[in-house]
């Protein structure tokens, strides 16, 4: 079996990025952060669908010289299993690529958003499993398995002998602080380590430090990959712990809400009280959300909860301020016709006095009907303002 054979054309924006391994040694997956709680902004899904595209026109090449090499071993079968695996990660993450350029195109950036964060095993993170590419139960996110396509090459280059072991160095030392760095993203924030992530990189910072070792830089190399591979598979079994920053802003934005809700209800009921056809808008009590979770996963969907309680308080808010407010106007409106009227004649008529009782009556009402006193304000307006200026004493 060839790769060449398996790979399905690559999305159109990798066209001109199908490079093999260069100089700075082989493709390294894109990082493709996602803010947790909000959708990703247009200018950073163009640099991730660029990036994007210029990792899988690279890893593809680099799969396809995979596996050539392997074809020319007396043992081809071997490495079948390996290449496979390969062949398929770079074939899903290159569908979610077309996806997301469809999504980029239509300027859907909520459905990019959830492509990016949502598992690869369903088309928008919706939970639905289409047939793939992906072996069955792989829950990981395109930036997960991006980083899985990134350890599975480095072993089979390592299998292959293929590792560009001839370069500089400095260069493959830079390599081994990328796994290292991979590695802890993969690990997450939490209080353990079980993968021995930062006695790995406290083992290629002696070897930066001496300088020398090609057969120490051989076998830490392996370490890392093995260890890369190994936060993969518990990556892809269970979830992941959210760091604690995150939790602690999620907490406080929590807390803030709480505080809100209490306003925003407040605020309703008094508008209830106040005017006679009152907005009933729907509240979400952030309490019922309950408490804020552990994991990483766990924690984006919290944080997108979140966001929608704020959106429901803020449309709440606005419903009911707009009554309480044209209430609050109509009331100074009037008492500043009252002054304007006794300034020019008192209760000069009895036109006059019967608007300004109705009026007044009209404010004072509980609940208030606001079409009614815009009538009678307005009806008092116009009286006052045909009013004729009083003349001051000893004036023609």
Do not use: K
């Not at 996110?141 to 400095?170: K, M, W």
């Amino acid at each position: 079996m060839t790769a060449s054979n398996s790979f399905r054309p690559a999305p159109r924006e990798q066209a001109d990025d199908r490079r093999s391994a260069g100089p700075e040694g082989p493709a390294v997956a894109p990082s493709l952060a996602v803010p947790p709680d909000r959708p990703v902004s247009l200018a950073v899904l163009l640099d991730h669908v660029r990036e994007l595209g210029g990792w899988l026109g690279r890893r593809r090449a680099e799969l396809e010289d995979l596996d050539a090499t392997a074809l020319r071993t007396g043992s081809p079968d071997s490495y079948s299993d390996d290449l496979v695996l390969a062949m398929a990660l770079w074939q899903a993450c290159s569908d979610r690529a077309d996806e997301l350029l469809t999504a980029r195109d239509g300027g859907d950036l909520e459905r990019a958003t959830r492509l990016l964060r949502g598992p690869m095993d369903s088309p928008d993170g919706a939970g639905r499993v289409p047939p793939g590419p992906l072996p069955p139960g792989l829950h990981l996110s395109l930036a997960d398995v991006c980083r899985l396509s990134d350890a599975l090459a480095t072993h089979l280059r390592i299998r292959l002998d293929r590792d560009p072991d001839a370069r500089p160095f400095a260069v493959r030392l830079q390599m081994l602080r990328r796994s290292v760095q991979r590695c802890r993203e993969l690990a997450g924030d939490g209080p353990s380590d079980p993968a021995g992530v930062e006695a790995l990189a406290a083992r290629v910072e002696e070897l930066a430090r001496t300088g020398h070792g090609d057969a120490c830089l051989a076998v830490l190399r392996t370490d890392l990959v093995r260890a890369e591979t190994d936060l993969l598979a518990t990556a892809a079994d269970g979830p992941r712990p959210a760091a604690p920053a995150d939790r602690e802003r999620a907490s406080g934005e929590l807390d803030r809400l709480g505080r809100r809700f209490v306003q925003v209800r407040e605020l309703v009921d008094r508008c209830a009280r106040a005017v006679v056809v009152a907005p009933r808008p729907a509240l979400v009590d952030p309490a019922a959300l309950g408490p804020v979770p552990t994991d990483r996963g766990g924690l984006e969907s919290f944080l997108e909860r979140l966001a929608e309680v704020r959106r429901v308080l803020d449309r709440a808010q606005r419903l009911c301020s707009v009554p309480l407010a044209e209430l609050a106007e109509l009331q100074e409106l009037f008492e500043t016709c009252r002054t304007a009227a006794a300034d020019r004649c008192g209760d000069c008529s009895q036109e006059l006095r019967t608007a300004a009782l109705l009026a007044r009556s009209a404010l004072a009402a509980e609940p208030c009907d606001l079409d009614t006193a815009r009538s009678q304000v307005r009806h008092y307006v116009e009286l006052v303002r045909s009013l004729p200026n009083r003349q001051e004493p000893g004036h023609d």
